[in-house]
């Protein structure tokens, strides 16, 4: 074989080659969706093991005797409470509220839950409504905070008292740095922020507990009861300051009676 036919066949093996390693690298992602998927892929591992890391706690958790749950504690671990949050964390039981909650029937005097309803969608609260209602004794208590709807569309009178036009330039400074300072702005993020998907006012969070088969619906400011077992639990107002925490915060309690007579929307 002269010189020219190697040098050609050399050029077609190398061409080749060129071709299978062009199609292998085009198979390797970009370098930001590689480090976006070892960057999920770590903290999937990190979680699993941060999870597997709680079992023996919360093992020993759950052989314990409760008869007061929170749903949804986030950071606020109440002494003397079964705290249960989607998240799980040492002190606190990881169980998802919009399925069925894994208690026996009459288990509990007292079901809280902070800010927490809104993060779920209506039919989620609902289901989780009626399981809270099933869990609780007969006599048994719920208390249920979430954003007052009420309050944040009163921020669209056309006078507001000091206090208001200070909650809506705090909001907006804290939350939304550039926005308008009006309530619109002020509403958008109340229903967009946070992983919001459904606000109530007083009427609608009542007719929610009432259809689910709770009474004696009553409403309270932040931190204050006729039960001394239900005084001083919000914590929210460590995150937004007491005084705005007071204003846009509805507060319900309501009692499982069993002659009351549950219902659906």
Same mark, same amino acid.
């Given at each position: 074989?002269?010189?020219?036919?190697?040098?050609?066949?050399? &050029?077609?093996?190398d061409?080749?080659?060129? @071709?299978?390693?062009?199609?292998?690298?085009? =198979?390797?992602?970009p %370098?930001?969706?590689?480090?976006?998927?070892l960057? @999920?892929?770590?903290?999937r591992?990190?979680d699993l093991?941060? #999870?597997?890391?709680?079992?023996?706690?919360?093992?020993?958790?759950?052989?314990?005797?409760w $008869?007061? +749950?929170? *749903?949804?504690?986030? =950071?606020?671990?109440?002494?003397?409470? *079964?705290?249960t949050d989607?998240?799980?964390?040492?002190?606190?039981?990881?169980?998802d509220?919009? @399925?069925?909650?894994?208690?026996a029937?009459?288990?509990?005097e007292y079901v809280v839950?902070?800010?927490m309803?809104?993060?779920?969608?209506f039919?989620?609260?609902?289901?989780? %409504?009626?399981?809270v209602?099933?869990?609780?004794r007969?006599?048994?208590?719920?208390?249920? !905070?979430?954003?007052?709807?009420?309050?944040?569309r009163?921020?669209?009178?056309?006078?507001?008292?000091?206090?208001?036009e200070?909650?809506? !330039?705090?909001?907006?400074k804290? /939350?939304?740095?550039? /926005?308008?300072?009006?309530?619109?702005?002020v509403? $958008?993020?109340?229903?967009r922020?946070?992983?919001?998907?459904? +606000? /109530?006012?007083?009427?609608?969070?009542? +007719?929610?507990?009432?259809q689910c088969?709770f009474?004696r619906?009553? @409403? /309270?400011?932040?931190?204050e &009861?006729?039960?001394?077992? +239900?005084?001083?639990?919000?914590?929210?107002?460590r995150l937004?300051?007491? !005084? $705005?925490? #007071?204003?846009?915060t509805?507060?319900?309690?309501?009692?499982?009676?069993?002659?009351? %007579? &549950?219902?659906?929307?």
């Amino acid at each position: 074989m002269n010189s020219a036919a190697v040098d050609s066949q050399a &050029s077609r093996i190398d061409l080749n080659l060129l @071709r299978k390693i062009w199609q292998e690298t085009k =198979k390797i992602p970009p %370098v930001g969706a590689t480090w976006r998927l070892l960057r @999920r892929e770590y903290f999937r591992a990190a979680d699993l093991q941060r #999870r597997i890391s709680y079992i023996p706690h919360h093992n020993r958790i759950r052989r314990q005797h409760w $008869n007061k +749950l929170q *749903l949804g504690a986030g =950071k606020n671990v109440l002494p003397g409470w *079964l705290n249960t949050d989607l998240h799980p964390q040492e002190g606190v039981l990881p169980i998802d509220a919009t @399925r069925p909650l894994p208690f026996a029937d009459n288990t509990f005097e007292y079901v809280v839950s902070e800010h927490m309803i809104e993060h779920i969608s209506f039919k989620e609260a609902r289901r989780m %409504v009626t399981e809270v209602h099933r869990v609780l004794r007969d006599g048994g208590k719920v208390r249920v !905070s979430t954003p007052d709807f009420d309050f944040f569309r009163g921020l669209f009178r056309d006078e507001l008292s000091a206090a208001e036009e200070e909650f809506i !330039s705090w909001h907006i400074k804290t /939350y939304n740095p550039g /926005y308008p300072v009006l309530p619109l702005s002020v509403m $958008n993020t109340m229903f967009r922020s946070w992983g919001h998907q459904h +606000l /109530y006012n007083e009427q609608t969070l009542s +007719l929610l507990l009432r259809q689910c088969g709770f009474s004696r619906i009553r @409403r /309270y400011a932040c931190g204050e &009861s006729d039960d001394r077992e +239900l005084q001083g639990l919000e914590a929210h107002g460590r995150l937004v300051g007491e !005084s $705005n925490n #007071r204003m846009e915060t509805l507060v319900l309690e309501a009692t499982k009676d069993s002659s009351s %007579v &549950s219902s659906h929307f």
